[in-house]
Each structure stands twice: as C-alpha cells, then as structure tokens.
C-alpha cells in the first residue's frame, strides 16, 4: 500500500515535468502524453485510497495525512475533467493542476500516516458528507486560485474570448466550493450538537472556516452587486486562497482545539 502512494508521488511529479515540457516546446505530442500520465497518477492514487480505506474499515479522512491525499486527488480529477470535457481542451489547465496535485500529495507524504482507530466523536454518519464536502470545496477554490494566476498571467497578450472564459470557468468554481462550504458549515454544526452537546464553540478551525466562508461570501456579493470580474475576480481568488490554505495547514499547525486529529 505505501508503494503505491510512492508511485503516484511519483507520476504526479512525472506529469509535472511532462506538462511544464508540452507547454513550453507547444507540442501536442508531450500533451497527451503528460494527460496520460496524469490519469495513471489518478489511477494509482484512488487505488491507494481505497486500499486504504478497506484496510482501516472506514472512509479515509479521519486526519491531516487522509484528508490531503484527498485533497490530491480532487484536484488532479477536477483538472482532468475540465480538461477532457472542453471541446477545445482547456490544455493550460494541465500544468496548473498537476504539480498542485504533486504538492499536495509531498505535503501528504510529509505527515504521520499510521492507520488509527477514529475518535468517539467522528463515529457519526456525518463523518463522510462533512469532510468530503471540505476536500471538494478546497479543490474547487484552488483550481479558482490557480485559474485565476493563469489569468494574470496572459491578460496582456490573450484573445478576450479566452479571458471571458478564465473568468467564467472560476466564478463557476468559487460558487461550487462556497457550496460545498456552506454544506461543511451546517453539518459540522448539527454534528458539534450530537457530539459535544453544542452548535458552535469557536474552535479555531470552526472559525477559520467560516472567516473563509465570508471571504468567498463577500466575493460573490460583489459579483453580483459590483460586477467584479476580470482581473478583480483573479486577484481575489489567488488571494482569497490564501485563507483557505491557512485553514487547512495552519490552523493545524499552529493552533490546537477540538479539531486538533484533523
């Protein structure tokens, strides 16, 4: 089982190298190698996921190493889904994806991964809904981020058909991981309740969480009202990223509370 992780690291990277080669040398040829790779890496990866998950009886998300290969993996599925769905294959979204994909499968590799017994309080059916919709909300936002790089990257030089669609493809990605988000919000509370006998304790996961919440939330209020779009909407999904990273790495890091296992 811990070969196989090894191996997706490994393809992941692999892709990385392969994607950054077809985007430089603009040869279709390294493309569809690079797309095949990175399907091998998913590949391999959900392999490991749910070896793992067989292995532990349980959904594999009960602490920091779980959810990041999660997160991993969302990622590199969401990516090759725009991918191949575009009928004009959005192939700049491979070289963003797959080493966000190898960077978060290393940090991954970097943390305890040990099979444990959940905790009381994570024997729940909300177990599954909670954090899946959390692993699924930052793959969302950190495609959002990264399409939005991409935007201000080529703003100068790209067609404004092209730019529309950077546009409309990370509003579409920040709306579902608000989504997502919100969903991750109101289980946890009902499942705070049946736990600790409480909806809310302001752990600092909790709050970190609904400051992301509001972030985003602040974001497609002034879509709609103020019609941020453009290079607006890039800056604020690279920067708005930022607190959903700090939520997921560094609230663990450096805070502790009720969230502390995850």
């Not at 590799?109 to 099979?115: F, G, V, W």
């Not at 058909?161 to 991750?184: N, R, T």
Request: charge should be positive.
């Amino acid at each position: 089982m811990n070969t196989l992780f090894t191996v997706s690291v490994a393809l992941y990277f692999a892709a990385t190298l392969v994607c950054f080669a077809g985007a430089a040398f603009r040869k279709t040829r390294l493309t569809q190698i690079a797309r095949l790779v990175l399907l091998l890496s998913i590949a391999a990866h959900l392999g490991y996921v749910v070896w793992r998950g067989a292995a532990a009886h349980r959904i594999p998300l009960a602490n920091q190493f779980e959810f990041a290969t999660m997160f991993s993996l969302t990622v590199a599925v969401f990516g090759l889904a725009l991918d191949l769905h575009s009928r004009r294959r959005m192939e700049w979204i491979l070289p963003l994806c797959a080493p966000m994909a190898f960077l978060l499968q290393s940090y991954a590799a970097l943390q305890p991964r040990e099979i444990t017994e959940l905790m009381p309080a994570l024997k729940s059916a909300w177990f599954g809904l909670h954090i899946g919709s959390a692993a699924l909300s930052y793959s969302a936002f950190a495609l959002a981020a990264l399409i939005g790089l991409r935007y201000l990257l080529v703003e100068k030089k790209a067609e404004e058909k092209h730019l529309e669609q950077l546009d409309a493809l990370a509003y579409k990605l920040i709306c579902f991981g608000f989504l997502m988000l919100s969903i991750v919000i109101f289980s946890g509370c009902i499942w705070a309740e049946q736990a600790w006998s409480t909806f809310w304790s302001w752990d600092p996961k909790e709050t970190w969480a609904l400051i992301t919440w509001i972030v985003y939330a602040v974001f497609l209020h002034q879509r709609l009202r103020m019609k941020w779009r453009g290079k607006r909407m890039a800056w604020f999904a690279l920067c708005a990223f930022v607190f959903v990273m700090f939520t997921f790495v560094g609230v663990n890091t450096l805070m502790s509370g009720l969230h502390s296992y995850a």
